[in-house]
């Protein structure tokens, strides 16, 4: 089901696929209204200690034509990597799994308008390149005007990674019940030295929320510290550049229902688990389970 969001209305954000497009397109009532667009490339920079990074771009419409667009509307389809921000500057937008559609203000006869897009990613490349399709609407919700539809590519890249690490983490599915009634999963969690020096004490912390860790399985710490808050993993050495992946497994006593459980890699002064400031990279990774057999 589509949901339409009124400017001035908070919204969650919208996964989509970006691509920014030129276009033409007729009034619906002036055949001269011709709208084309203009985009700059999406750079994302640097992760942020959940993994989430960000960028913007912008898109330039102009309104060819001598006649007013009543309802200049842009659509980006889904794409599985780009997230649209609502803090968009549009009149009526609108979401759905397939597609973002956003309709801006009435552009006059040769006016131009130029607006900032916010994106968010979980991705780290590689380079690519996404688009959107310029069209004008008959009205606010979004029927377009055939024949007047465009698309428009532009490409997005995502900066070199700097600081300490980087993390990623494989999906969680828990398994059946085995004999005790107990159900077991785990992730692979990849951890790389971006540094250009060795990391004596990798930590490795799952949160509380991440589940019931089965850390006496966990081959890859050299010790394991249980706080109340989290269980971390201290690692062997991890020399520049190096990459080390470790599988972390947990348990349940019954299904559990979907969520995205995070984990996140610091370097340690000593085996104690003290955190060396600003050395953090986090990620996410989606935990299910199967539910009985009737």
Known sequence: MNTKIRRGVLAATVAIGVTLAGASAADANSAAATLSGAATGLVYGQPDVSGTRSGTNTLTLT?????????????????????????VDCEYMSGSSTRTTCIVDPLAGGESRTMTLPWQTRASGPAGTAEVRIEQAVDSDGTPVAGTASTLSFKVGFERLTGTFSITATPLTYGERDRYGIRHGYTNVTITNLSSQTVQFPLVT????????????????????????????????????QKRTAKFWFHTVGPVSEFDASVRVDA???????????????????????????
């Open 268 to 294: 340690g002064a000593d085996a104690s688990g003290a955190v060396v400031d600003a050395t953090a990279a986090g990620t996410t990774y989606r935990v299910t389970s199967p539910g009985d057999a009737n």
């Open 63 to 87: 309104n060819n034509g001598t006649g007013t667009i009543q309802f200049p509307m842009l659509t980006f389809p889904a794409n599985g990597r780009d997230t649209l921000l609502q803090d």
């Open 206 to 241: 799952f949160p509380a929320s991440s589940g019931d860790a089965s850390y006496m399985a966990w081959k890859g710490c050299t010790e394991t510290i249980q706080h109340v808050e989290d269980i971390v993993c201290v690692e062997r050495p991890l020399a520049p550049g």
